[in-house]
């Protein structure tokens, strides 16, 4: 079972700190009421019951109200889809921030506003991610611990300590389950109903440095700081596949078809198929820092594929990427693997723009599929830099044909003021509401130099609908048994001498 702590202190003298073992200064004023603050000063002591490390930044979490959310019929259609959405990033300096992006009348860009700016580790915040849906919000850090949220309600729901390391990455393979990485050479796959370990998975020999997981959902693909990229069968919980990289790779990413995957080195990018067989490589001379793919909406079913890459001069490259593999070359490649591998680039890429806006290296960047009011659907672009801006891009500016000196501008962005950004994840923001009772408030955060004026209506989300969300995929992973039967819905991937290792790879993954 994955170990919990919600504001709790870990037992034992192990030298490992707790989640919250120092008071974050944090006060919190709404205009014309009065001010409270999150570390007690000494003369209260006697007065009121003691503040709460865990409790305060959760308090300043909380503090900032949700969003309304209202019925389909009330917007005019069958159907309710999200009117905003949310821009969750952490930065060195242990804060996040949680910025809100909604778009008025007759306005093609979206206006950015913070719903909250606290220190939510005692380090450096490392890794975010949000559920589909915008439920629940995790974030991992140095500290050795994963922070969960309610992002509907903003409330803090506890600290998971399976891991032994700084956490490395984060992502949510359903509604319903959340799979993390650290230092400590391990994945750990949870459940969101009631935070329970179901899947510790091992096979790296170092630190895992990112996960994603394959549309499906049934199988992900790590890679670490042992030079190598494993594939992991979700659904029975242990390794499928291992290619030796040659060189550290730092990020790995599934295309939004999850036809191909994309692995991000200092300074390439290489691209596969399902059948780990490269089908290209990207060069640079400076240096990649993130990577992502990302498919445009269309009328008549897939729209085109673009791969993004941010660089260490704080650009993001944008190129078109097509592949159509013919039927013979799939047989060559199942009978010629290794020959396949070695040949020529078998993609079309072509650069189609630049991303601009930053004067820093990219640090982070994250996508979403939006529907503006009034408009048609696009994909929303954020970046991350160290330069303290969070831009926003509107992917559907990115022409058809262009080249590197076809500059893109965010459509909007926000300043943090020097905080040095790590990570960033662009999630939905619900369903937007009539306007209701405005509460003005002002959060200040000491030592974190963010301060900030904040209107939103006061709302809550409907407990019926969080019911559906984590009965989404809820028994996904439990079974822990391949059934094959279940898998021809699937993608199909190559296993490695899966009938004669089985029983060898059985006690090797927990």
């Known amino acids: 079972?994955?170990?919990?702590?919600?504001?709790?202190?870990?037992?034992?003298?192990?030298?490992?700190?707790?989640?919250?073992?120092?008071?974050?200064?944090?006060?919190?004023?709404?205009?014309?009421?009065?001010?409270?603050?999150?570390?007690?000063?000494?003369?209260?002591?006697?007065?009121?019951?003691a503040a709460s490390p865990v409790g305060d930044a959760a308090e300043a979490f909380s503090s900032a109200p949700a969003a309304a959310s209202t019925s389909a019929s009330s917007l005019g259609g069958s159907t309710s889809t999200p009117a905003?959405?949310?821009?969750?990033?952490?930065?060195?300096?242990?804060?996040?921030?949680?910025?809100?992006?909604?778009y008025t009348a007759g306005s093609s860009r979206p206006a950015?506003?913070?719903?909250?700016?606290?220190?939510?580790?005692?380090?450096?915040?490392?890794a975010a991610a949000a559920s589909a849906g915008?439920?629940?919000?995790?974030?991992?850090?140095?500290?050795?611990f994963v922070k969960?949220?309610?992002?509907?309600?903003?409330?803090?729901?506890?600290?998971?300590?399976?891991?032994?390391?700084?956490?490395?990455?984060?992502?949510?393979?359903?509604p319903s389950h959340l799979l993390t990485t650290s230092d400590d050479a391990t994945l750990s796959l949870f459940r969101t109903s009631d935070w329970a370990l179901l899947k510790s998975l091992k096979g790296h020999s170092g630190r895992v440095n990112h996960v994603d997981v394959h549309p499906t959902g049934r199988v992900a693909l790590s890679v670490g700081k042992d030079r190598t990229l494993k594939m992991w069968d979700l659904m029975r919980g242990r390794g499928a596949a291992s290619l030796p990289?040659?060189?550290?790779?730092?990020?790995?990413?599934?295309?939004?078809?999850?036809?191909w995957f994309a692995v991000l080195f200092r300074s390439r990018v290489e691209v596969y198929s399902l059948t780990l067989n490269l089908l290209y490589t990207l060069g640079t001379k400076s240096k990649y820092n993130a990577v992502l793919f990302a498919q445009m909406p269309a009328e008549d079913g897939e729209g085109r594929e673009l791969l993004c890459v941010g660089t260490e001069k704080g650009l993001v490259e944008v190129y078109d990427f097509s592949y159509e593999e013919s039927e013979e070359d799939e047989q060559d490649n199942e009978d010629d693997a290794d020959d396949a591998e070695g040949s020529a680039p078998k993609a079309t890429v072509d650069r189609v723009a630049t991303l601009v806006g930053h004067t820093n290296r990219i640090k982070a960047m994250s996508s979403l599929r939006f529907t503006p009011p009034g408009s048609v659907p696009t994909v929303l672009f954020t970046t991350v830099s160290s330069d303290g801006l969070i831009n926003l891009h509107d992917l559907a500016l990115v022409p058809t044909s262009g080249g590197a000196n076809t500059n893109v501008e965010p459509i909007a962005a926000y300043d943090t003021k020097g905080s040095r950004l790590t990570c960033?994840?662009?999630?939905?923001?619900?369903?937007?509401?009539?306007?209701?009772?405005?509460?003005?408030?002002?959060v200040e955060v000491r030592e974190g130099r963010a301060m900030f004026e904040v209107d939103a209506a006061a709302g809550e989300e409907d407990e019926d609908e969080d019911e559906e969300d984590e009965d989404e995929g809820a028994d996904m992973y439990e079974s822990g048994s391949g059934d094959e039967e279940g898998d021809e819905d699937g993608m199909e991937v190559e296993i490695e001498g899966e009938e004669e290792e089985e029983d060898e790879e059985e006690g090797e993954y927990e």
């Open 1 to 49: 079972m994955g170990k919990q702590t919600k504001g709790k202190k870990v037992s034992g003298s192990g030298g490992r700190p707790t989640p919250y073992a120092k008071k974050p200064v944090v006060e919190v004023r709404y205009e014309g009421g009065p001010t409270r603050r999150a570390a007690a000063s000494a003369g209260d002591k006697g007065k009121r019951r």
């Open 84 to 102: 905003s959405f949310k821009i969750i990033a952490g930065s060195y300096e242990k804060l996040l921030y949680g910025l809100e992006g909604t």
């Open 112 to 126: 950015l506003a913070p719903i909250f700016i606290f220190p939510a580790h005692l380090a450096c915040v490392k």
């Open 134 to 144: 915008g439920k629940w919000l995790a974030t991992g850090s140095e500290d050795e």
């Open 148 to 174: 969960v949220w309610d992002l509907r309600r903003r409330k803090e729901v506890g600290s998971l300590s399976q891991h032994t390391g700084s956490i490395t990455s984060l992502t949510f393979p359903t």
């Open 245 to 259: 990289l040659g060189d550290e790779a730092d990020e790995v990413r599934f295309s939004a078809t999850g036809r």
């Open 424 to 442: 960033v994840f662009l999630a939905d923001g619900g369903v937007k509401g009539p306007a209701g009772v405005k509460a003005k408030k002002e």
